[in-house]
Every structure is written in C-alpha cells, then in structure tokens.
C-alpha cells in the first residue's frame, strides 16, 4: 500500500522548560527557558516531533516556514531548505546581535534559520522513519555504534528551588557535583563551564577533578573569556589532564595562537559555528575538534556533512549543547551513532533538565544513551506535559520569553552587565 506523505499540518508550541541556576560567563540561567516543540503531521496520520530554540527570533520565523510546508513530501528534506532560504529575516535581529552574550558564537541570518530549518527536518525524519518502520539513523544511513557517549557537563552554580543538586562554587562542589553525575548517570568524563571564576580558580577545580578522578577525560570552556596570555597559561597548567580546552580565547586569531603556542588540543562551538567559517578556522589550525549543534548547524543532515569535512581536515568532531528536552537528545542520539569520526563524549544539558515533554525520559547508562531501533526518533509526545509548559509560556509576562543569562544575574546583582572579553 502505498501511503501518503504529504505534510498537512505543522504545529508550532512555544514552552518554557524549569533550568536551574547555572554560572556562565555572560550571567546565570533564568529560572524558565524558551523551547520550541514542532510536530510535522502528514495525510495519513503520521505525526513526527522536532525542537529547538524558543526565543522570539526563533519563532517568527517558524509561523512562515511552517506554512510553505503544508502540500510538501515529509522526505522533501532538499525543498524544505530550499523553502527556509526564502524565509525573511529581520535585519535588526542580526545586526549588532550577540545570542544569549555570544555563548552561541556568530550571529547571522542564515544561522537564524538554519536553528529554525534544524526542528523541521528532525520532524519530518521523525515522520518518514515512522512511515517506513525504520529509525532515524537508517535513514541517515545506518548506526555505526549502538549507543552513544555523552560527558557530565558541569556548572558553578547556586542553589534553586525544588533543585537536588545543591550549590557549586568552588574546586570541592565541582567534585562533589561530578560524583553525583557518576553516581546517577554513570558518566566518565567531564567537561566544567568555566569562564564564570578567575582562572586560577577554575584551574584549581581542574585539578580537583583530576585528583578524584584519575585518567579521566577532562575539558574546561570558559566562552572565550580569556586573552591568549591567559589562555597558555591556564593551558600549560592542565596540559597533562585536559583531552581538550574548549574555546579559551574569542576569534580565530586568538585560537589559532594559543593552539600553536600551548600545543594543548582546542575545541570550539564558537569560532566554527557556520560553514562558511570552517576555511579559515581550519587553515589557520585554531581548532582541533568542532562541536557541532545540529539546532544551529541546520539539523542531522548537515551535522553529517560538518563531520565529513572535519576528517577531511584530521579535524575532530563532537557535540555541543544548549538547555534542551528529549527530542532534541533522540535526534543527536541519531545522528551521532551514524558518525564513524566522533571520537569524544557528546555534551548534553538533559541532566540539569528535570522536565521533558515525552512519556518517558531518555536514561543514561554508563554514561551512554543507547541507539533507538524504533521507528523514527524513538519517542512518544506527552501532550499533557507538554500543555502544561506551553501554558507557562502563556502565562510569562515576557521575563522569560527571550533567554538572556545577564538579566537574570542582575536580579540578584542589579550592576552586572556581560563582560566584555577577554574578561581575564
Ligand atoms: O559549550 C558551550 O559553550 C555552551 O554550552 C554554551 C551554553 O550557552 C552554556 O554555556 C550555558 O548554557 O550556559
Ligand atoms: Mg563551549
């Protein structure tokens, strides 16, 4: 029998997502953060789940997207980008724009839509692998591993309400947070966002980390906080326990010099964020290894095509994430088990996440989420859960609708503003 997959519906649910009080550079995490939920619905009933970013730049792209979907094959993956080029952005939301205090790195239309185009294609591989009673990763072209390796990604942070992990603010907290994350999820290595603590001080938390977790692999990202003096410094002090340092300094320059001078290994989800960026950032060798985020790479496809071009290069690849729910691990999940050159653990949020919109929470084991077999992503939409967010988001006056780390610092310290960089 042969189905029909023409898309007939799209339906778009702004929500906002319980975030604990995490440090970074540019400020703390609001209390609520905007996601967006995206369900692709074809003529025979199949209903295939995308996420991404929530904040309004996001979403006033969606409404026009979504309507030049509606008549389209859920397998036109080419038209669908076709149709998001033609999406028109605001200059104003580019120009002169940092994203969440350029933790996000470049801002620029394309990766507007790109971030918005990233939902709609993980739905409608989400559609077509239920269609067809085949994962996403088939479609994909096939898993090369049966699970997937993810880091602990640990915060400085303060204490929050209904929040089990307590405050982190010195070298004991981090080890003490990194022991829960092993303890409740198995991980084995970890990565701590710095940036937040005089770098002496997050070396020293480095050093803790190493002392209670021998041979582990380690990596520190401060956000590009610090100038190249201080990034070799900070790089010679931890070259023997780091797998990498991840985005030390800001710009490629920058990067360039201290991935020459330190010899210590650079990540980056700030200085290669594009395409367009890869040449110069690769040429110069100012990264050793890309994180890719499939929400602003433009999806599971592209992440595919970043993880060619990087073992071109002898480049590394591995993941980056924001805040995010289970859909959005299902899809990296996918996309990750079909990638032959991902060498390192993946980050990921979902831990700090203590709501999801699905039936059942994606589990960690050893550290690793194990590849769904399921037809598409392999989860199932809670549509209460999901309502109940959505009406959150309903309910905001506006505070949370837009992620912005420095506002919410300055409720509690009414003089902050985000630094600027190099910060030390
Ligand atoms: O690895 C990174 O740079 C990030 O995950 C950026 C994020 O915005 C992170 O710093 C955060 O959520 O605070
Ligand atoms: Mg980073």
């Known amino acids: 029998m042969t189905r029909d997959l023409t898309i007939t519906d799209v339906t778009l649910t702004p929500i906002l997502v319980a975030d604990p009080p995490l440090l970074n550079t540019a400020g703390i995490h609001q209390p609520y953060t905007p996601r967006l939920i995206v369900e692709v619905v074809t003529a025979d009933g199949t209903t295939g789940l995308g996420e991404t970013y929530g904040d309004t730049k996001y979403l006033e792209l969606t409404r026009p997207l979504a309507e030049q979907l509606v008549g389209r094959q859920v397998s036109d993956l080419n038209g669908l980008f076709g149709a998001a080029d033609e999406v028109v952005v605001d200059a104003s939301r580019v120009t ?26 993980v739905a409608c591989l989400d ?3 239920k269609a067809l009673g085949l994962p996403v990763h088939a479609l994909l072209g096939g898993k090369v591993r049966d699970a997937v390796e993810y880091s602990a ?15 982190a603010l010195d070298p004991a907290g981090i080890v003490e947070q990194a022991r829960a994350f092993t303890e409740r999820y198995g991980f084995t290595s970890f990565k701590l966002k710095g940036g937040v603590f005089p770098p002496d001080q997050e070396v020293a938390a480095v050093k803790a980390l190493a002392a209670a977790f021998p041979g582990h692999p380690l990596r520190l990202d401060p956000n ?3 100038s190249v003096e201080t990034s070799l410094k900070v790089a010679e002090e931890l070259r023997d326990v780091l797998e990498y340092l991840e985005d030390p300094a800001t710009g490629v320059p920058a990067m360039a010099e201290v991935a020459a001078k330190s010899g210590v290994p650079l ?6 964020t594009t395409f367009d960026e890869i040449k110069e950032a690769f040429t110069q060798g100012a990264v050793q ?8 790479w433009g999806g599971l496809r592209n992440t595919q095509q970043l993880a060619s071009i990087c073992r071109a290069f002898g480049v590394g690849v591995s993941m980056h994430s924001n805040t995010h729910l289970g859909i959005s691990l299902a899809a990296m999940t996918q996309v990750a088990a079909t990638v032959p050159n991902l060498h390192h653990a993946c980050d990921s949020h979902y831990p700090w996440q203590s ?22 992503l392999g989860v199932a939409l809670d549509r209460e859960k999901l309502a109940f967010l959505h009406q959150r988001w309903l ?8 992620r912005d780390d420095a506002a919410a610092m300055r409720l509690t310290d009414p003089h902050w503003t985000t630094p600027a960089v190099p910060r030390w």
């Open 96 to 121: 002169g724009q940092a994203d969440v205090g350029g933790l996000r790195g470049v801002q620029t239309a394309d990766k507007l839509r790109l971030s918005v185009v990233s939902a709609f294609e």
């Open 127 to 129: 559609a077509l692998g």
């Open 153 to 167: 990604y640990l915060f400085y942070k303060r204490s929050g309400e209904n929040d089990t992990w307590g405050a």
């Open 224 to 226: 590009g906080a610090w």
């Open 267 to 272: 990540a980056t989800n700030m200085c290669v």
């Open 289 to 296: 290894v890309v994180l890719s985020d499939h929400h602003y």
């Open 355 to 376: 709501e999801d919109v699905l039936t059942e929470r994606l589990t960690f084991d050893g550290g690793k989420v194990a590849v769904s077999d399921a037809p598409g």
């Open 395 to 402: 309910d905001d006056d506006g505070t949370y609708k837009d």
